[in-house]
Nanobody
Framework: QVQLVESGGGLVQAGGSLRLSCAAPGRTFSNYAMGWFRQAPGKEREFVAGISGGGGRTSYVDSVKGRFTISRDNANNTVYLQMNSLKPEDTAVYYC???????????????????WGQGTQVTVSS
C-alpha cells in the first residue's frame, strides 16, 4: 500500500509560519493531484489546498487564500504547504492526500482521496 508521510508540524505563535512536507513513494507520483486536509477537534475533515499533477493548477479553501501556498517537486516526490500569517483557527491535524481528481471549484473531495498520510499536528497559539 502507498504510504504518504507528513512532516513539519509543530507549535507556532499567531502570525508565524510553518512549512509542511509530504513525501510519497513510487514512480507514479506525477499522475496524482496532491492536497492537504485538516481536522480540528470536534470538526469534520476539510479540504485546505490542492495542486494538479504537473503543478500548473492549484486550489484553496477561502479561509487560507493569500496565506497558504501549495507546491510540489515531482523529481523528489514531495508536496509542500507553506503556511504564513497563521491564526489560532488554523490549529488542526493536517493530512496529506493523493487523488486522481482536482476539481475546478471544490479542489479535492474527501471521497476522491486514494491515499492518506498519518497527519501532523499544527498548533497556533494566541
Amino acid at each position: 500500500q502507498v504510504q504518504l508521510v507528513e512532516s513539519g508540524g509543530g507549535l507556532v505563535q499567531a502570525g508565524g509560519s510553518l512549512r509542511l512536507s509530504c513525501a510519497a513513494p513510487g514512480r507514479t507520483f506525477s499522475n496524482y493531484a496532491m492536497g492537504w486536509f485538516r481536522q480540528a477537534p470536534g470538526k469534520e475533515r476539510e479540504f485546505v489546498a490542492g495542486i494538479s499533477g504537473g503543478g500548473g493548477r492549484t486550489s484553496y479553501v477561502d479561509s487560507v487564500k493569500g496565506r497558504f501556498t501549495i507546491s510540489r517537486d515531482n523529481a523528489n516526490n514531495t508536496v509542500y504547504l507553506q503556511m504564513n500569517s497563521l491564526k489560532p483557527e488554523d490549529t488542526a491535524v493536517y493530512y496529506c492526500a493523493a487523488s486522481l481528481f482536482l476539481r475546478t471549484t471544490q479542489g479535492i473531495r474527501t471521497n476522491d482521496v486514494a491515499y492518506w498520510g498519518q497527519g501532523t499536528q499544527v498548533t497556533v497559539s494566541s
